[in-house]
């Protein structure tokens, strides 16, 4: 198979049901920005430690069925979705994390280790693919779990960035006002 076909050459590209759309559509938006997410986790891992590597795997393999979600217009009932139980499983590693975390006093600034500031980074790339499937939705049926999904992911990111700048001994900069 080759990995070039000149099919996209015009701006346009094929949907899981083989429908042509525009590059610059909502639906290549969304389901773009969140490979891009998807890209940017790959580059945090190995962050050193295995239980959060593992969470990162696991993040990676549901945003790609967001990615495949999003790029079907018209999914059907065995295809792989996310799930309320997708959401309730970054709550609870947010939980968990928290336990070994000081309380959130103030913002903080994004940085650390490389590791907490590429966390940080997805985070915020986290939030643009929430925006972008939020517009979507607007225009067209989107899986309302794979929306909540990338809004809890955000909030999981930023607390794995936390994480693994407490456990790397960085402090956390507090904005000046």
């Known amino acids: 198979m080759k990995i070039y076909t000149g099919r996209g050459d015009e701006g346009l590209?094929?949907?899981?049901?083989?429908?042509?759309?525009?590059?610059?559509?909502?639906?290549?938006?969304?389901?773009?920005?969140?490979?891009?997410?998807?890209?940017?986790?790959?580059?945090?891992?190995?962050?050193?430690?295995?239980d959060i590597d593992e969470k990162l795997v696991g993040v990676q393999n549901r945003l790609h069925i967001i990615q495949a979600d999003f790029a079907n217009p018209n999914p059907e009932k065995?295809?792989?979705?996310?799930?309320?139980?997708?959401?309730?499983e970054l709550e609870d590693w947010i939980d968990e994390a928290d336990e070994e975390l000081d309380p959130l006093r103030s913002f903080i600034l994004p940085g650390?280790?490389?590791?907490?500031?590429?966390?940080?980074?997805?985070?915020?790339?986290?939030?643009?693919?929430e925006r972008r499937a939020v517009g979507l939705a607007a225009d067209e049926a989107v899986n309302e779990h794979a929306i909540?999904?990338?809004?809890?992911?955000?909030?999981?990111?930023?607390?794995?960035?936390?994480?693994?700048?407490?456990?790397?001994?960085?402090?956390?900069?507090?904005?000046?006002?």
Do not use: C, W
């Not at 969304?30 to 962050?47: I, K, M, Q, S």
């Not at 065995?78 to 309730?88: K, L, R």
């Not at 280790?113 to 643009?128: C, I, M, P």
């Open 78 to 88: 065995d295809d792989p979705q996310i799930t309320a139980e997708h959401v309730e």
């Open 13 to 50: 590209t094929d949907l899981r049901d083989m429908t042509r759309v525009s590059k610059t559509s909502s639906r290549i938006e969304a389901y773009g920005t969140v490979d891009e997410v998807n890209a940017l986790v790959g580059t945090v891992r190995p962050t050193g430690y295995d």
């Open 112 to 129: 650390g280790s490389e590791a907490g500031a590429k966390l940080h980074h997805a985070r915020a790339v986290s939030r643009r693919a």
């Open 148 to 177: 909540t999904y990338l809004n809890r992911l955000s909030d999981a990111l930023f607390t794995f960035a936390r994480l693994v700048n407490k456990r790397d001994g960085e402090r956390e900069d507090t904005p000046s006002y």
